[in-house]
């Protein structure tokens, strides 16, 4: 299989600590790869590293097929948005993306509004970036990383001071761009986040990768339940017993968890309804990827 990413043995050394040990991801087209691990662990230096912005002590990657300086030719093809942004405060955000405009080639004026629109920032075009919150710092830095329409964006951290409206934003972009071909790395700390868009998973500690998992197989691994919140309890069990349910359980704060069936969740929703039983929310969950996480790590350190 190819892929448009791969690195072989990647290791970044800093004095006497290695940041990086012999580290091997593989990244798929179309992938959307959930980079995971704890601070420290070693993911912002891969992402540097091939986001093009470091270079490794020893160990090569390739992203689109190319090796070394034949990646140069590709570098309008990668975004990315690495801690700090990097904005210029005095110019404002239009400002700011036609300058990334102009560094690329692009002579398309309309480019920065289209971007200024798609990230939410539509309404302040003009306002100076450093009158910007950090949310909306972290929003500019995802539309300069997506100028050009790049074939592959690296994301460090991207919902990081995001509100759970301005997450919910952010997914849906990075899903509707996934749509359209776009890969996308994407380190996170938050892993419920991480786990309602990514299709593929490093694990990544003590900057070595000790698992890498398709969502599909990382689910096989992870207890998984689809989350309903219906306007009638008692009802809504009858009703999700009706139609084939067994496996489930009623919290005390009105919620219930299903443990099977989870690509049933629209039959739910049409059975509550044709009995006039709201449903408030229902959502799958993966709850126990921060448990499988914490497990393959302990689990790592204890056998050296």
């Not at 190319?66 to 955000?93: H, Q």
């Amino acid at each position: 299989m190819s892929y448009i990413l791969e690195t072989d043995n990647l290791t970044k050394t800093f004095g006497k600590k290695k940041a990086l040990n012999n580290v091997s991801i593989h990244v798929g087209e179309g992938d959307i790869y959930g980079l995971v691990g704890r601070n420290g662990a070693g993911k912002t230096t891969l992402m540097k590293i091939t986001g093009g912005l470091a270079h490794p002590t020893s160990g090569t990657y390739s992203m689109f097929g190319k090796t070394g300086r034949e990646m140069s030719a590709y570098a309008k093809k990668r975004g990315i948005l690495i801690e700090d942004p990097g904005l210029l405060m005095d110019c404002n955000g239009i400002e700011n993306l036609w300058l990334k405009c102009i560094a690329l080639g692009i002579k398309d004026k309309k480019e920065p509004k289209k971007l200024m629109e798609m990230v939410g920032l539509g309404d302040v075009p003009k306002l100076k970036t450093k009158k910007y919150s950090f949310g909306m710092k972290q929003r500019l830095g995802l539309a300069l990383a997506l100028v050009g329409n790049p074939e592959l964006v690296i994301l460090d951290e991207p919902i990081n001071g995001f509100d759970p409206q301005g997450i919910t934003s952010v997914r849906e972009l990075i899903t509707a761009k996934q749509k359209e071909g776009v890969t996308f790395i994407i380190s996170s700390h938050i892993l419920g986040e991480l786990s309602k868009i990514a299709t593929k998973y490093g694990f990544i500690n003590n900057g070595k990768i000790i698992e890498e998992s398709t969502t599909k197989e990382l689910l096989d691994k992870c207890k998984s339940k689809i989350e309903l919140i219906p306007s009638d309890v008692p009802k809504a069990c009858t009703i999700i017993e009706k139609i084939g349910f067994k496996d489930y359980k009623v919290l005390e704060n009105g919620v219930i968890n299903i443990y099977e069936q989870l690509d049933r969740t629209g039959n739910i929703t049409n059975a509550l309804a044709a009995e006039s039983i709201a449903t408030i929310e229902i959502t799958k969950k993966y709850e126990e990827l921060e448990d499988y996480y914490v497990q393959l790590v302990n689990g790592k350190e204890g056998q050296q």
